[in-house]
């Protein structure tokens, strides 16, 4: 029987990042990344489980060369780092758990053996003495959170030696005991300079050359944070939102630049994407653009939100409307914005309602 790899990517910095910030957020935030490491599998490796902030790869009876080993741990460094970088460059919420995620880390730990297999409700694991070494090799005594290490067994393997050195590797003998057995391994320490990662651009900000076509302000008994998520939360838009049939939205994604959603109204679509504009030095705004609607080419609608204490804030709802066409001009004089602007108005009353009662004011 041929042996087999076991490969597993492991996120550092988990368990203090989710004990220590938002829960919803930092589950969102995991998640992304997930995805991310499972997408980046370029080498056909089962998915044997997900290990909360870690992903067990396998693949059975067959181990990949050097090359390739080193190819995809390349690639699944560079896939995490893009998208902390993109989490990072359109961050729009200030909790904890968006603005610590940057300074999560990876570490990918390999070993291979001869696998043995259990099935449990149909779903079939490798189970052994392999799969115990390498789930103890993750508690190693690497002074990084950020490497590869590779186990005695496999790098005599795959052919590679303590002294292999390239502009993103290099490798250095480590060793650790557990259970009385010393269990010997290759790490190299990444350094993420030496990654390819994309140019990711600053996302424009929105630049208008006339005043909103109307404001709201009201004052909000909650915090800035608290406010913010009710408004970027979409599972809950429609607590506060009139005629709004369903939210369609990617439910696994802490919602940023970038971002988009579908609202359904009367079985007709409105499509959003988050948008942003210059605002004061401390405020925060969340900002959405639709060219869904009939009568209007354009919506832009901006929250901009000024903390006043640590659980009050001032929001400011400014509304942007486009037309281009005479018809479509008259129109909106005559009858869309009294509509809109009314049904703006009552939204945003209904959202102080919803937050005051959401938060037991």
């Not at 030496?194 to 302000?217: G, H, M, Q, R």
């Not at 925060?284 to 609607?293: A, D």
């Not at 009353?349 to 005051?356: C, M, N, Q, W």
Request: charged share 25%; aromatic share 10%.
């Amino acid at each position: 029987m041929s042996k087999s790899l076991l490969f597993l990517p492991d996120i550092s910095g988990f368990t203090e990042f989710v004990q220590t910030t938002e829960v919803e957020h930092s589950q969102h935030v995991i998640s992304e990344l997930l995805e991310v490491l499972i997408a980046a599998n370029t080498e056909e490796l089962q998915l044997a489980e997900i290990e909360g902030d870690a992903l067990f790869f396998y693949k059975e009876n067959e181990i990949p060369s050097l090359e390739r080993l080193l190819a995809l741990s390349e690639h699944i460094f560079t896939a995490f780092y893009n998208h902390l970088k993109l989490l990072e460059k359109n961050r729009i919420c200030p909790c904890n758990a968006c603005s610590s995620a940057p300074k999560l880390q990876l570490k990918i730990i390999a070993h291979c053996g001869d696998l043995q297999f259990l099935t449990v409700q149909n779903n079939r694991k490798p189970f052994g003495s392999q799969v115990i070494e390498v789930h103890r090799l993750m508690k190693n005594s690497v002074e990084s959170y950020n490497y590869v290490l590779f186990s005695k067994e496999l790098t005599e393997n795959i052919g590679l030696s303590g002294n292999y050195q390239s502009k993103l590797y290099d490798f250095k003998k480590g060793n650790d005991t557990y259970d009385g057995k010393q269990l010997d391994y290759l790490f190299s320490v990444i350094d993420n300079s030496n990654l390819k990662l994309k140019p990711f651009l600053t996302v424009n900000k929105v630049v208008f050359n006339k005043p909103p076509t109307f404001t709201f302000e009201r004052e909000f008994p909650v915090s800035v944070a608290n406010l913010l998520e009710s408004i970027t939360n979409y599972s809950i838009r429609k607590e506060w939102t009139d005629g709004v049939d369903k939210i369609d939205f990617n439910e696994n994604e802490v919602t940023r630049l970038g971002s988009e959603h579908v609202c359904v109204i009367n079985e007709k679509n409105l499509n959003f994407v988050v948008v942003t504009k210059a605002v004061k030095p401390g405020q925060f705004v969340y900002g959405e653009m639709t060219e869904s609607p009939l009568l209007i080419d354009k919506i832009h609608q901006f929250y901009i939100i000024t903390p006043l204490s640590s659980g009050a804030c001032g929001l400011v709802l400014e509304t942007y409307i486009e037309v281009k066409s005479p018809i479509k001009k008259l129109l909106l004089f005559l009858i869309t914005k009294k509509i809109l602007k009314n049904n703006i108005e009552k939204g945003m009353h209904k959202l102080f309602d919803f937050v005051k009662a959401t938060n037991n004011l």
